[in-house]
Every structure is written in structure tokens, then in C-alpha cells.
């Protein structure tokens, strides 16, 4: 129902102000005239909104349109690959990871610092997780870039309404609001800071991904799983990314696989995680990291093939859960998963085959990422860049006041 | 993104028709003034839209509006429940059911006729069905009812874009073109006929059940589980049925909760509709009926309430895992597990708490089924009304020509 008061033009001008920025992205090249035609908005409207875009950058002119039709030729519009970027950080067991992404896709200054987060007190992690923010923004600011927000991907529970991470059992956080710590460390510029689980940011970037072969562009609904220490799952429906009622959704991790299998550490028996996550394959493997593990897959050692298939098997059973819960046609390994898919992918068709009701009418198409292992520090990109994308108008507002802001303390100077 | 060119002037005039009338009901006694001050409509379009609703008895006049303010009283405008009603037919295993529900809501005509559809041809449970669609159809008939849809509830997976039953297999139904089958067995009226799954409709039930006491109103994301021979589910996810990809979604009762339990129909292992499903209930209790279940289980009977603990525990296995994916915060129990709810939720709420990440932050609320046994088949009419509410526009215009069509044979006699 739409419902437009007087007390509602604000809200209007904001949709607007999203909409001509939608209608600009969708069709790169496209005049004022153009806008007008698709969105139903004067053209007086649409020529106000377009020009507060381009100053701020988040649309640029490019010279004339090319004459299509009869009438006057117009300045053609779309998206600037030099407007605000996202500066996306990935909070990780064993790295934090920073880069930028532009409007436009591009992905820049891609930086990763391996350090060894586990056992290190909350205040230690923050600190060094700051150093690394402040440094990819003083980066950012030495090659002329704008961070128009920034977004954190962390392995944990984060509560969507207020961006606590309710617990990160590898990190060993619990009720960490990490959106206050943050900014007591950063110097966070004028756009948002948003907090998400780790899977959910890259399944993001997996519906983000760009879509050169029509066979492998992300289908509109998927799960994505997130092999790691952890294992998580980033669920996208109808083309959104679904989080739940909190945030919470996607704990595909304490999936019930073994009844009485071992004890994990939520406290509850035999969840994947415990049985199919990154350690336990490699102790059923008897090796100590990811890449000797592929390197005796390939070899064909046997202890490691029994480990995949093992992981494979179990993965599969949790995965025919969630299809035949959720009738998503499309699963995308990502994380350790999309290694082992040559060895993985088998046993867990097999067993998705066998347990979905539904696959003698439709089949499950098992897939690996096709962003890799940067799928969460660039879904955190891109989700901050979506807090622009998504309400314009709110990020041209920060954005002058904090030009008026940089002017006067210029003036000052 | 709107684009409103010329080629969709009927689409606006549809949606302009459902949002007058989702104006009306949220507004009951609303003046035509009114509905223009909502929608943002002019009086002119909506006094013509309000006309037509009035006219097909979806909207009634109801004299005139009490003056509230300045200006001249309008006449009051509701949905009218002499309107258009729904037939809902539930086909399950052991019972033919059918209601009618009017757009106001009221129930009307509920009729259950008891039979064994297990071991009968497709053919001759349909004859039945038909039958009794064809006599309630006559009894609406009589007491001056239109019947403006059908919606039908079956116990199986329901495929969304055709409305085919692919697998009803305590029917023993696979590739049923139900549509099809009952257009040529019953005088459907000019609305449309619908097919759904029984958990799904039965959930649509829950989710329009009436909100009379604010704590008991149904949530807006929630799981109903329907416990029957088979066990299903309806997912509501903000306020919508979440059906899936293709209408498979909720296939809760091929859910893994014994890796290697006795072998399911499906041809799966362990499956917790084989171990918790009505038929291993009453098994385990030693019992024929469940009404005799519920006699030994109020007498204290231990092996009775042994077979119930062992119920509420899979199913609180089952459901863990449905609640750290989605993130939803209510459970309804349906069916069979509504009427077990008093020895099924303290084992059920162990198991969820045991395996719920989240449960520290949020817990999960189990109630049982304020519908009742009569869910599916409200929900299958619910389902029918809902063509009607979506696009009255296009109900307005078979409705006509069918009032054509019958003076026609009315002046030919």
C-alpha cells in the first residue's frame, strides 16, 4: 500500500533519489530525457537529482549520447568508477584482509596481513584490526580515493539490528560491539560502518559476481557454504541475501550429522562442523594444513581421499536438509570446499541425490566459488556499497556536509 | 524500478484496483475521499474502481460515514461478506474436507467426509473428490454463495508453476496434472482453481488466523509443522509463504535425524518422518489410533510417553537445524504434534535449546496450532481468496463475463 502525506515527501525524494540512480545503473549511457521516460519522474526532478549525483560522484557525464532516435542529443550517464568506494575488512582466525571496491566493480588495493588471531585477547585483535583499517585508509586517501563506508565480515553471530558479534567461537568473542570499538580506533570517514557474518558477505559477492558466461552467472536464489575452521552458510533468496529474524540465519555449522557422534564446542553432539570443518579433515587426513592435504589428493594418498569423502558425505547430508527445506537449485562451495570440490563433489551428489525429494524433477547443481577465497572481504565491500546504492540521498547528504566540514577546516588552517 | 510506458497502463490499472481494495480492508468504513487520500489516487479513478468492487460485491456501501471532521460525510466502504467466498478442499489420506471462506473471513459449510484414499487408483479418489467439490459447490449454490476460487490442499510436493502433484506418496500419487483432472470432473465457476501443499496452506491458515489476543498472534517469519502420516512444513518468512524455487520447499519430513536409522520410503535412511512421523508414534506406543495414544498418555501409560519423548526429541533435532538456518524465533506445531503438545514440547524445547547457537540471545518460542486440524483445507480457501486479493482487477472482468454469459443463457431459455 502506498501512502504519500505531506509528512512522506521526504521519504519520496529519497526513493526518487534511489530510483534515478537504479535507472542509471541498469542502463550505463542513458540521457536525463532518458531517466525521465523510464521512471515516470519530471524531467525537472530527474535533471536536480542527476546533477547533486554527479557532484557528489556517484554518477558521472561522459560527453554526448549517441543519436538513436530523432531529437536532440543527450549527456550520457553512469556510474563513476571514481566515486566512493567500499572499503571491505575481513576479520579472520588467521588473517585480516582489507580492500576497496569501486561503484562500478573494480577491485582495488587488495592487502592481507597473516597474523594468528586465535588465543589473543578481544582488545589485541581490535587493535591490530584497526591498524589495518587506518592503513587502507590512509592508502585510499593518498590515491585520491573516497570511502564512502565500510563494511567488516567476521566469523561469528552478528546481530543484524546493532552489528554485536554475539560470538565468534574461533576468535573467542562473545558480545563484542564491534561498531562502537571500532570507531573508538578508526578514523571511519563520513559513510556507514556495517558489520555481517562472513558467509552471508560472500555469498554477496558470489550474486555480485560478474556475469561473463551466462552458464556460470549466480542463479537467483542459492546457498552458499563456507568451509573453514568454522562452517557457515550464506543463504541467498530471490536474488537478496537472507539473514533471518536476527541476523542469525545460516548456522549451517551445528547441522545435526551424527546422533552420537563427538561432542562439539556449542556443546551438542555431532554437528558438521565438528565432524566435516577444516580440522577435522585434516586429523582424519593426519596432515596440518590445506595445502599438503591437496597435495596428497593429488598424489592419490588414500588416507586423504577417505578424509574428502568422508567430508563430502556428511556435507551432503546437511545439504539435503537445506534444499529440501529452502528448493534452492544451486549450492556454491566456497573456502576450503572449493578446493577439495574435485574430491568432495562426488559423495556429496551421491548423497544429495539419494535424499532430496524432489531431484527426480529438478537436480541440484553443485558449483565452487567463482570469487575464491576473497569472496567475504569483497562481499564486505560491496556491502557498503550497497548502504549507498541502497539510499543515495542519505550518503549526498554526509558527503556535503563533510566537504563543507573539510572546507572550513581548510579555511581555518 | 518502475517503468511506466504506454504498453503497461493495464498494469497500473491492476495494480490501482488491488490497492483500493487492500485500502478498504485495512480501512473498514474508509470513504471514497479517503482511499484517495491513501493512495494518492485522483476521486475520480477511485470512485469508478470502487463502483466495480461494489458491483462484483467484493466492496459494500454501508450508509454514511460518521463525520470525523470538516467536509461532507462519504459513504462508509468495507469488504463485504456476501462477497465472493472460497472453496477449500483438503485431500489427505484418510479424509475428503472442504469449507468456504468468505473475504471477511468467516468460515461457512465446513464438511469432512471420512474415507481410505490409501491403495485406491488416482482415478477413483478423484471421482470422490470430485464429488464432494461438485456438492459443496451445490450447497454454496443454493444458499446463494458465489464461489470466486478453489483452492485445493495435497499432501505432497507440489510443483508452484503448473500445479502438478509430483509425489503424494501416502496417496500414492507421482505426475497427477490435478488441475487438469478436477477441470474435467467439476463445474469450476468462473474463478480460478489452485493446488498447494498442505503444510504451505496450512501455515497461510496460521498466518491469517484471527489476532484477537496480542500474544497469540501468529509472528511474522514462523515454521508450522504439520505432523500426519507424513511430516511437512509451511515457512512464513516476513509475513509471506515461502515456498522455494519451484513449490518444494518445506519438505521437512525427509530431514536426516539417525544416519543410520531404518530405511524411509523415500528410499533414505533415517529420515524423521519413519521415526517421528504418526504411524512410528503409534508403533512405538503400541497403540492403533491416536485417540487412544492421547487416553494412554493422560493415564501415564511409560511406554506411550516414551514414544512421545522420543518424537519431541527428533523433531527438536530436526528443527535445530531448520532454526540456525532461518533464524526464525516461533515454531507451531500442527497436526498430530498439536494434540502431543503437552508431552512433545518439554523434550522439543531441550533439544532446541541444546543446539541452537543463538538460544543465549533469543530464544524459540513453541506453540501449538490456533487453527487446529482444519488448518490445510482454511488455508487451501485462504489460498483461493488470495487470487481474488491480488488481482481483483482480473476477477472483476471474468466475473462480469460470466454475469453476461448467464443472462445470455437466461434470455436463450
Given amino acids: 500500500m502506498t501512502d504519500i502525506g505531506p509528512a512522506d515527501q521526504h521519504t519520496v525524494r529519497r526513493h526518487n533519489c534511489a530510483l534515478v540512480l537504479d535507472t542509471i545503473a541498469a542502463s550505463p549511457g542513458i540521457s536525463r530525457a532518458g531517466v525521465a521516460a523510464r521512471t515516470g519522474l519530471t524531467k525537472a526532478t530527474v535533471s536536480s537529482l542527476v546533477d547533486r549525483l554527479v557532484t557528489a560522484s556517484l554518477v ?3 560527453g554526448r549520447q549517441h543519436r ?17 568506494h567500499g572499503l571491505g575488512v575481513e576479520i579472520a582466525v588467521d ?19 597473516r597474523v594468528d588471531n586465535r588465543g589473543r585477547s578481544v582488545g589485541r585483535v581490535l587493535a591490530r584490526i584497526a ?34 558479534v554475539r560470538m565468534a567461537p574461533n576468535l573467542g568473542w562473545r558480545d563484542v560491539d564491534l561498531i562502537t570499538e571500532l570507531h573508538r580506533r578508526v578514523a571511519v570517514p563520513f559513510g556507514e560502518l556495517v558489520v555481517g557474518n562472513e558467509a552471508d558477505l560472500a555469498a554477496l559477492a558470489e550474486l555480485a559476481a560478474p556475469r561473463l558466461h551466462c552458464e556460470d552467472a549466480a ?10 575452521v568454522g562452517v557457515g552458510a550464506g543463504i541467498v533468496l530471490d536474488g537478496e541475501l537472507f539473514r533471518g529474524t536476527h541476523g542469525f540465519g545460516g ?16 556443546g551438542a553432539r555431532g554437528c558438521l562442523e565438528r565432524l566435516a570443518g577444516q580440522d577435522a579433515i585434516l586429523d582424519r587426513a593426519g596432515v596440518d594444513d590445506v595445502d599438503t592435504l591437496c597435495v596428497r589428493l593429488e598424489d592419490g594418498d588414500r588416507t586423504a581421499a577417505a578424509a574428502a569423502r568422508s567430508a563430502g558425505r556428511l556435507l551432503g547430508t546437511a545439504l539435503s536438509g537445506v534444499v529440501n527445506l529452502l528448493d534452492v537449485s544451486t549450492v556454491v562451495l566456497g573456502g576450503i570446499y572449493a578446493r577439495l570440490y574435485p574430491w568432495l563433489a562426488g559423495p556429496l551428489h551421491t548423497e544429495l541425490t539419494a535424499r532430496v525429494v524432489s531431484t527426480p524433477w529438478r537436480s541440484v547443481d553443485v558449483r565452487r566459488s567463482t570469487v575464491g577465497p576473497e569472496a567475504a572481504v569483497r562481499g564486505a565491500a560491496i556491502s557498503a556499497l550497497r548502504t549507498i546504492r541502497t539510499d543515495p540521498a ?14 572550513t577546516t581548510e579555511a581555518g588552517d
Same sequence: chains 1, 2.
Avoid at 571496491?101 to 592481507?112: K, P, Q
Avoid at 542519505?394 to 572546507?407: I, N, P
Fill in 394 to 407: 542519505s550518503y549526498l547528504s554526509r558527503s556535503s556536509t563533510h566537504r563543507k566540514s573539510v572546507r
Fill in 251 to 266: 548456522e549451517l555449522g551445528h547441522f545435526p550429522v551424527q546422533q552420537r557422534g563427538p561432542r562439539c564446542s556449542c
Fill in 95 to 113: 588473517h585480516v584482509t582489507t580492500c576497496l571496491i569501486g561503484l562500478t566493480g573494480e577491485v582495488r588495493d587488495e592487502h592481507t596481513r
Fill in 219 to 228: 542463479p537467483d536464489s542459492f546457498v552458499y557454504v563456507s568451509g573453514e
Fill in 68 to 84: 538513436s532516435g530523432p531529437g536532440r542529443r543527450g549527456t550520457s550517464l553512469s556510474l563513476s568508477p571514481h566515486g566512493p
Fill in 131 to 164: 591498524r589495518e583499517m587506518n592503513e587502507a585508509l590512509d592508502r585510499a586517501h593518498r590515491n585520491g580515493i573516497v570511502v564512502g563506508g565500510i563494511g567488516v565480515a567476521v566469523p561469528g553471530l552478528v546481530e543484524a539490528a546493532n552489528g554485536w
Fill in 60 to 62: 558521472r557525464e561522459d
